[in-house]
């Protein structure tokens, strides 16, 4: 854990508690006289605390310090990513975040299965925890669109993963990734007038492989 996130970080005591104290305590040993680091993600500091005192179900901080962070990517990747089976979201998305994909818009496509829904807080709750372990000082901003017409409208220089596409990925920043099956006929209608990119790789990739590939490809 390179820190913990709190929303009240900032303040000059906090009391910890819940599932934030059984990790602290239980999990991690902390003692009184111990120090932690929290962050809340909104401002641009790193907070450091000093445990006071624990008790059976919560523990006391007092601020110690702040530094400032630097919450800038090298490059701001967003990914568009045409909705699959959540459980397969959930997991792929701790790889995203430690990559440094700054932004996903998840929207269905026409080879999405309709019954698949998304819980934003559980996303919220994994970004929080990859940050956590992973270091990363700002929160992946997410987004859900209706389907790839309002995607177009509200982006309109993305470009599209698919075969026979030209393997330039480096300069791309928004690029959308399809379901299972790809695009249909129509999609890729919708989709002429945009550029076209493509993988170095013969066999047919998962869209979780398919995106995590373009996102490392994209940031290095």
């Known amino acids: 854990m390179q820190f913990l996130y709190d929303k009240k970080a900032g303040e000059n005591s906090l009391s910890i508690e ?15 006289g111990d120090t932690i680091r929290l962050i809340n993600f909104f401002d641009e500091y790193l907070y450091r605390y000093k445990i006071l005192s624990i008790d059976r179900r919560n523990l006391e901080l007092s601020l110690l310090e702040k530094e400032t962070i630097n919450k800038e990517t090298n490059k701001k990747v967003h990914l568009l990513w045409c909705i699959i089976d959540p459980k397969v979201i959930y997991q792929t998305i701790p790889m995203l975040n430690q990559i440094g994909v700054f932004k996903i818009s998840f929207l269905y496509c026409k080879r999405s299965q309709k019954n698949f829904k998304l819980d934003l807080s559980k996303i919220e709750k994994i970004l ?4 956590q372990q992973c270091g990363r000082s700002d929160l992946m901003e997410i987004e859900i669109l209706s389907d790839l017409k309002e995607a177009i409208k509200k982006y309109k220089d993305i470009s599209y993963l698919d075969f026979g596409g030209d393997q330039n990925i480096g300069d791309m920043d928004k690029v959308l990734v399809g379901c299972e099956g790809g695009f249909n006929d129509e999609e890729r209608e919708l989709l002429k007038t945009h550029t076209k990119i493509g993988l170095k790789i013969k066999n047919i990739l998962k869209s979780e492989t398919a995106i995590l590939t373009l996102a490392i490809k994209s940031l290095t």
């Open 128 to 131: 929080i925890n990859s940050c």
């Open 18 to 32: 819940n599932k934030n104290f059984r990790y602290l305590v239980k999990v991690r040993r902390f003692k009184v």
